[in-house]
């Protein structure tokens, strides 16, 4: 099993400037993660988009949609869209970058490697500090990971969240380091965001 931790909840604060959404009603925001080593199925993926899977680690995350399923097209799906890539994004960039940076401090302390962090873009399927034009399969990733059902609508795969269904709105953060260091940046998110309910 590809498993290192199962999933957990977290609550981060919004962003600054976040995408206003009627459905909100406070300012945290749920997201679920997990950590997991590649499985078999995604390691050809994951070498195409990376050069190499060695040594990387999956965080599947799921947040759910406040305003129910995400298949709609209408102004309300588009914006809550929008928010969640916005918490996301912000999740990626300026919470989880001090902690992975404390982890290197720590490691650097006891001569080990530099863990590094990448997060791939919900809306193109793209790396954001890989270069790389190769797109990383998020529902298929998350189905891999977590297996969760994958419906088709409109052409489109969708992953059916085990709580949310159709209101999961997936995104996929890699890290790559040891073990150790991956787990400890886990347990950083979870105590200092952790503690959230579905």
Known sequence: M??????????????????ENKCQ??????????????????????????????????????????????????DETAKEKDRLLEVFFFFCNELLSPIVEQVNNDTAMEGGRRLDSDWIDPCSGLPMKT???????????????????VSSAGGCKVMLHDKWGEGGYPATLIL??????????????SEKFGGASS
């Not at 945290?28 to 190499?52: A, Q, Y």
């Not at 270069?131 to 059902?149: F, G, N, P, R």
């Open 2 to 19: 590809s498993e290192i931790v199962s999933p957990f909840l977290i609550k981060v604060p919004s962003p600054p400037n976040h995408t």
């Open 25 to 74: 009603s406070d300012s945290l925001n749920v997201i679920e993660l997990s950590l997991h080593t590649p499985p078999k199925s995604l390691v050809r993926d994951l070498n195409l988009v990376f050069g190499s899977s060695d040594n990387l680690y999956l965080v599947p995350t799921t947040q759910p949609s406040l305003c129910g399923s995400l298949l709609s097209w209408n």
């Open 131 to 149: 270069q790389t034009q190769v797109i990383y399969d998020e529902v298929a990733s998350h189905s891999a990971l977590l297996k969760y059902t």
């Open 176 to 189: 790559s380091g040891t073990e150790d260091q991956v787990r400890k940046t886990l347990a950083v998110i």
